[in-house]
C-alpha cells in the first residue's frame, strides 16, 4: 500500500477502526465510553477531511477517492454522525438501550456514508450503500423494548434488499454495456449505449429511488420513521439521505445531459412533492409527519437533479440544509422522549413554554422546512427553484412551490401545538442534556447561519461538483 | 458609502432591543415594557432625519450597498434606500409601533417577553421591506414580517387565535411563493447581475412575459392589500389579534400589498400594468362597495373596523392605478391616513374591549354619558375614517376621487364614490349605537372613562388626523416627484397600449419563463 493510499483511506480508517474500537471497548471495559470515542472518531475524520492537504489521485484499483467532493461529504457524514450520538447517548440511557453496539454501528454506517461519497468505481459504491444499508437495519431495529422497532427493522431489511438487488443489477447492466466499473468512464460510456445501458439505468434510478425515499418507492419511510429510535431517525433523515443525494450526484454530472432519465425522474419528483405534502397534511404521528415531509423534502432535491447544472449544486446544498433540519427536528423530539417515545403532534401542546430550548429548536427546523426566510431551508429551496426554473423545468417549479405553500400547514400545525395550546400535564418530558444541547444547538445555529449567509456554502458545493 | 449608515441602525435598531430583552428577567413585566417602549421610541427619534435631511427630489437617498451574497448561483446585495414612496411609509412604521407597545400595555400580561420580541422583530421586518431595493433582500423582509405576526395572533389572539393565524400565514405564503418565483424569472430576463430593482426598472419585457410575472407578483400584494376576493383571512385576523396586532396590521401590513404594487408591480410591468388597470379597478370597486354593505350588518366593532379597512384600500388601490399625479398622490396620502385613522379605531376598540371583554354594538349604548373623553376622541377619528372635511380622511379620498374620475377609471370613480356615503352610514350608525341612547346595560354604568395612558396614546393620533387633514402639503411635496417619475417612467414604456391586449393561452407559460442565456 502506498503512502498516496493510506492517506486517501485514512478518513474512512478513523471511521472503521472507531468502530471496531468502540465494539472491542465494550467487551473489555463495558461502560459507557463508546460515544465519546464515536464523537472523537467523527470529529478526527471531519477534521482530516477539512484539513488535510490535497493528496495526488490515488490509482483506480484503490475504488476511493479523496476529491474535494469525498471530502466535502466525508466532513458533512462525519459531523452527522457525531452529533446523532451526541443525541442518542442520553437518549438510550432514558429508554434503557445498552451495549456498545449502538455507537458502533452508527460509525459503521457513517463509514459507509464515506465510502459512498469518496467511491471510484460501482463496486465500492455498492459496498458502500449496503454498507450504510446495513448499519440501519441493526440501528432502526435497536429498541428491543418496542415491537414497534423491530417491526420497522424487518420492513426496512425486506425493502432495502429489494432496492440493493435493482442497484446492483442496474450496475451489472452498465457494466455489461459499458465494460467498466470506474464511475466517470462507466457513466459517460452509457450515455451512448443502447438498451442495456438503459435498462441499467432505469433499475438504478428504481434502487436509489427506494434508498432516497421518492414516491411511489416511499412506502417504507413512515414506517421506519415510526418505529426507529429517534436519534437514529435523526441519522437516518441526515446522514442517508445525504449519502443518497451524493451518490446521485456522484453518477449524474458525468452523464451530460440527462437524456432518457428525464421523464422517470420528472414523475419521481412530482410525485413526491405532491403525496409527500398531501399525505402530510393530515398525519396526526409527528414522526410519521415529518417521514412524508421528508418524501416531498427529496421530491425537490430531484426536481434540482432534474435540473442538471446548477442544479446540482442546490442539491448538494440541500444535502446539507435538510441535514441541519433533519438533525434539529428528529434531535429535538428525541431529547424530549423519556422512557415513553414521543407520538402525536398534539404531544407536543405547550412544550414552547415548558421546555423551551427544544421548542424553539423544533419551531426553527419546522420553520426551515417549510422554507421561511432568513433560514437554510429557505436558501436552499431557492436555490432548488433557482435552478429548476434556469434548466427549463417551469411547470414542475411551479407545482413544487405551490405544495410547498401547502406544506406550511402541516409544518405549522407543529408550531401551534408548541406554543398557541395549553400542555395538558406539564413537566413530563425531558429538559436536553449538556450532549443534546450541544447537538440541537449546533443544528439550529447551523439552520440560522447558512440561511442568513449562504454564501460560502454554495460557494463549496459548486467548487466541489467541478 | 462612508457616511452614517441610518436606514440599517434604524432597522436593525429593534433588533438590538430583542436582543437586550433576552437579559431581562422573566418576571419583570414592567422592565420589559418598559425596555420595548424605549427601543421603539428610540427608533422613531432616528428615523426622524429620515425626513428631515429628505431633498425633495425623485433620486433615492441615504442609499447603502454592501455585497451581501455573491456566490454560487446569484448574486444578491444589501441594498436599501428611501425615496418619496416609501419615506412615509417608514415613518409611519416607526411612529406607530410605540403607539402599539403601550397599547397593551395592560391587556398583555401573559408571556410579556415574548411578546415584545414578537413586536420588534415585526418592526424590523417592515422597515427592512420598506427600504429594500433588492429585491431578494425585499423577498426575505417580507417573509420575515410573517412569522412573528403569525405568533401575535396565534398566541395572544381571542378565541378563534389558532384558526385566523393558519389562515393568514397560508395566504400569505401563498402569495409570496408565487412572487418567489416571478422574481427569479425577473433576475432570468435582466441577464447576468444583482437583484437590484433599480436594474430591473430598465428592463424591456415583452408583454406576454409581463402578464405571468404581474399575476404572480399582484397575486402575493393582493393578498396583503387584502382586495377583494383575497381579503377573508382579513376580518379573520383582525377580530382575534390582540390590539396591537390589529393596530400595526392595519397601519404598516397593509401597506405592504399597496406599496409592492406601487414600488414593485406596476414599475417593473407597465404593459400589464396598463392591461390589468380594468380588472384591478373592478376589484377595488367591488371592495369598496360590497366591504361597507358587510361593515353595514357587523355585530361585532373590531369587525366593522376591519371591513372598513377593506374598503378603505380599495380606495387606495383605485388611487394608485389612476396612476396620475392626484390619484397616486390621494393614494399614497390615503395609506398614510388610513394607518393613522384606522390604527386609532383599532386602539378604541381595544379600550372599550380591555373594559367590557365584548365587542358586540348591542351590548353597548350610551357610553358617551359614562365616558366624555372617549367618546370626543371616537367622535373625532370617526369622522377622520369617513373623511370629514378637515380631517385627514378628507384629503386621501378627495385626490383619490378627483385623481380617478380624470383617469381612464372615471366610472369606476363615480362608483366609488359611493363608497363614500356608506362609510358614513355604517361608521355612524355604529357610532350612534354604541355612544348614543339609554346607559341602560348595568355593566356600562360603571365603567371608567379613558386614563392617562389612553390619551396619551390616542394624543399624537389626533393631532395627525387634524394637521394631515388641514396641511398635507408637506406630506405630499415630499411624494411627488417621485411619484412623478414614477408615472413618466410606467406611461413612456407601455408599448402595447395601443392594440388591444390579450391574455396569452396557459401554453405560452414554458415560453414565457424560459430563461435568457447568459451573455
Redesign the interface.
Known amino acids: 500500500m502506498t503512502t498516496t493510499e493510506l492517506w486517501t483511506l485514512i478518513p474512512l480508517l478513523i471511521l472503521a477502526c472507531g468502530s471496531v474500537l468502540v465494539l472491542m471497548l465494550g467487551a473489555i471495559v463495558p461502560g459507557r465510553c463508546g460515544t465519546a470515542i464515536g464523537v472523537a472518531a467523527c470529529a478526527g475524520t471531519a477534521l482530516w477531511a477539512l484539513l488535510a492537504p490535497p493528496q495526488p489521485m490515488a490509482p483506480p484499483t484503490l475504488g476511493v477517492t479523496f476529491t474535494p467532493f469525498a471530502r466535502f461529504f466525508l466532513a458533512f457524514f462525519a459531523v452527522t454522525a457525531g452529533l446523532s450520538l451526541l443525541l442518542a447517548h442520553d437518549h438510550a440511557a432514558r429508554q434503557g438501550l445498552k451495549g456498545e453496539e449502538y455507537p458502533a454501528t452508527v460509525l459503521f454506517g457513517a463509514f459507509g456514508m464515506g465510502v459512498v461519497a469518496s467511491a471510484a468505481n460501482f463496486l465500492t459504491l455498492f459496498l458502500g450503500l449496503e454498507a450504510l444499508t446495513f448499519a440501519f437495519y441493526i440501528l432502526v431495529a435497536y429498541d428491543h423494548n418496542r415491537p414497534a422497532s423491530g417491526e420497522a427493522g424487518l420492513k426496512y431489511l425486506l425493502m432495502g434488499a429489494v432496492s440493493a438487488a435493482f442497484v446492483a443489477f442496474g450496475i451489472a447492466l452498465l457494466y455489461g454495456a459499458t465494460g467498466t466499473l470506474e464511475i466517470g468512464r462507466a457513466v459517460a460510456a452509457s450515455a451512448a449505449g443502447g438498451g442495456i445501458a438503459l435498462a441499467g439505468w432505469g433499475l438504478l434510478l428504481a434502487g436509489l429511488a427506494f434508498k432516497i425515499s421518492l414516491a411511489p418507492a416511499h412506502l417504507w419511510t413512515p414506517d421506519i420513521y415510526q418505529g426507529g429510535p429517534t436519534p437514529v431517525v435523526a441519522f437516518l433523515a441526515s446522514g442517508s439521505k445525504g449519502a443518497a443525494i451524493a451518490l446521485f450526484l456522484l453518477i449524474l454530472p458525468p452523464l451530460g445531459g440527462i437524456g432518457p432519465l428525464r421523464a422517470p425522474l420528472w414523475g419521481l419528483a412530482f410525485l413526491s412533492m405532491t403525496v409527500g405534502n398531501l399525505a402530510a397534511l393530515l398525519q396526526p404521528n409527528v414522526k410519521r409527519m415529518l417521514a412524508y415531509s421528508s418524501v416531498a423534502q427529496m421530491g425537490y432535491v430531484a426536481l434540482a437533479l432534474l435540473s442538471g447544472g ?1 442544479g446540482y ?2 442539491a448538494a ?1 440541500y444535502a446539507v440544509a435538510y441535514g441541519a433540519m433533519g438533525l434539529a427536528a428528529f434531535g429535538a423530539l428525541a431529547s424530549l422522549e423519556g422512557e415513553t417515545p414521543l407520538e402525536q403532534v398534539d404531544d407536543l401542546r405547550g412544550l414552547g ?1 415548558h421546555r423551551p430550548f427544544q421548542g424553539v429548536v423544533l419551531a426553527v427546523a419546522m ?1 426551515a422546512l ?5 433560514t437554510v431551508g ?1 436558501a436552499g429551496k ?2 432548488i ?3 429548476a ?2 434548466g ?1 423545468e ?2 414542475l ?2 407545482i413544487g ?2 405544495t ?2 401547502a406544506s ?2 402541516y409544518y ?1 400545525r407543529v408550531v ?1 401545538n408548541l ?3 395549553q400542555a395538558d400535564e406539564a413537566g413530563s418530558r425531558q429538559r436536553p442534556t449538556v450532549a443534546e444541547a450541544l447537538s440541537l444547538g449546533i443544528a439550529a445555529l447551523a439552520i440560522i447561519i447558512l440561511g442568513i ?4 456554502l ?2 463549496l ?2 467548487a466541489i461538483l467541478l | 458609502m462612508s457616511q452614517f449608515p441610518l436606514i440599517s441602525v434604524m432597522t436593525f435598531l429593534p433588533l438590538l432591543g430583542v436582543v437586550l430583552l433576552f437579559f431581562v428577567p422573566k418576571q419583570s413585566h414592567s422592565a420589559q415594557r418598559g425596555l420595548a417602549l424605549l427601543v421603539a421610541l428610540a427608533t422613531f427619534v432616528v428615523s426622524l432625519p429620515i425626513v428631515t435631511g429628505f431633498q425633495s427630489n425623485a433620486e433615492f437617498q441615504f442609499v447603502e450597498k454592501v455585497p ?7 448574486q444578491m446585495n444589501y441594498h436599501v434606500a428611501i425615496d418619496g414612496i416609501s419615506i412615509w411609509l417608514v415613518i409611519l412604521t416607526t411612529f406607530i409601533m410605540p403607539i402599539a407597545i403601550l397599547s397593551t400595555w395592560t391587556a398583555v400580561e401573559n ?1 410579556v417577553k415574548e411578546y415584545m420580541i414578537c413586536l420588534l422583530l415585526l418592526e424590523v421586518g417592515m422597515l427592512g421591506a420598506f427600504v429594500s431595493l433588492d429585491l431578494f433582500l425585499f ?2 423582509f417580507w ?2 414580517m ?2 412573528p405576526m ?2 401575535i395572533i ?2 395572544w389572539g381571542g378565541k378563534n ?2 384558526y385566523a ?2 389562515k393568514f ?2 395566504y400569505t ?2 402569495g409570496s ?2 412572487m ?2 416571478a422574481l ?2 425577473l ?2 430576463k435582466g441577464g447576468a447581475g444583482d437583484f437590484s430593482v433599480l436594474r430591473f426598472y430598465d428592463l424591456a419585457l415583452d408583454p406576454a412575459t409581463q402578464t405571468w410575472l404581474f399575476l404572480a407578483f399582484a397575486l402575493a400584494f393582493a393578498i396583503k392589500v387584502p382586495m377583494f376576493p383575497l381579503h377573508t383571512w382579513l376580518p379573520d385576523a383582525h377580530t382575534e389579534a390582540p390590539t396591537a396586532g390589529s393596530v400595526i396590521l392595519a397601519a404598516v401590513l397593509l401597506k405592504m400589498g399597496t406599496y409592492g404594487f406601487v414600488r414593485f408591480a406596476m414599475p417593473l410591468f407597465p404593459d400589464a400594468t396598463a392591461q390589468f388597470t380594468p380588472l384591478i379597478a373592478v376589484l377595488s370597486v367591488i371592495g369598496i362597495v360590497y366591504a361597507a354593505l358587510v361593515a353595514m350588518v357587523q355585530e361585532d366593532v373590531k369587525k366593522l373596523v376591519a371591513y372598513s379597512s377593506v374598503a378603505h384600500l380599495g380606495y387606495v388601490m383605485l388611487g394608485v392605478f389612476a396612476l396620475n399625479q392626484q390619484g397616486l398622490s390621494g393614494g399614497m396620502l390615503q395609506m398614510l391616513n388610513h394607518g393613522v385613522s384606522t390604527g386609532a379605531l383599532f386602539l378604541i376598540v381595544g379600550f372599550i374591549y380591555e373594559r367590557r371583554h365584548t365587542r358586540l354594538i348591542t351590548d353597548f349604548g350610551g357610553l358617551a354619558k359614562q365616558m366624555p373623553i372617549f367618546a370626543t376622541i371616537f367622535m373625532i377619528v370617526t369622522l377622520s375614517s369617513i373623511g370629514l372635511p378637515g380631517t385627514n380622511g378628507f384629503v386621501g379620498e378627495f385626490l383619490i376621487l378627483i385623481g380617478s374620475y380624470e383617469s381612464e377609471l372615471r366610472w369606476y370613480a363615480v362608483i366609488g364614490t359611493s363608497g363614500v356615503i356608506l362609510a358614513a352610514v355604517y361608521m355612524l350608525w355604529m357610532f350612534q349605537r354604541v355612544m348614543f341612547g339609554e346607559l341602560n346595560n348595568p355593566k356600562n354604568q360603571t365603567l371608567t372613562d379613558l386614563n392617562a395612558r389612553e390619551i396619551v396614546i390616542m394624543l399624537p393620533l389626533l393631532v395627525l388626523i387634524f394637521v394631515m387633514g388641514v396641511y398635507p402639503t408637506p406630506f405630499i411635496d415630499k411624494m411627488s416627484p417621485s411619484l412623478e417619475k414614477l408615472i413618466v417612467h410606467v406611461k413612456s414604456k407601455q408599448t402595447a397600449k395601443a392594440q388591444i391586449p390579450q391574455i396569452p393561452a396557459p401554453q405560452a ?2 415560453a414565457a ?3 435568457v442565456e447568459h451573455k
Open positions: 446548477r449544486e442546490a446544498f413554554y420553520l417549510a422554507g421561511i426566510p432568513p429557505f431557492f436555490a427553484f433557482f435552478a426554473l434556469k427549463g417551469a411547470p417549479a411551479i412551490i405551490l410547498a405553500a406550511a400547514y405549522l401551534v406554543y398557541m395550546k449567509w449562504p454564501g460560502p454554495f460557494d458545493a459548486a | 451581501w451574497i455573491a456566490a454560487g448561483p446569484f408571556k423577498y426575505i417573509e420575515v410573517l412569522i403569525y405568533f396565534g398566541i387565535k389558532i393565524a393558519v400565514f397560508i405564503m401563498v411563493l408565487l418567489l418565483i427569479v424569472v433576475y432570468f407559460l414554458p419563463v424560459l430563461p
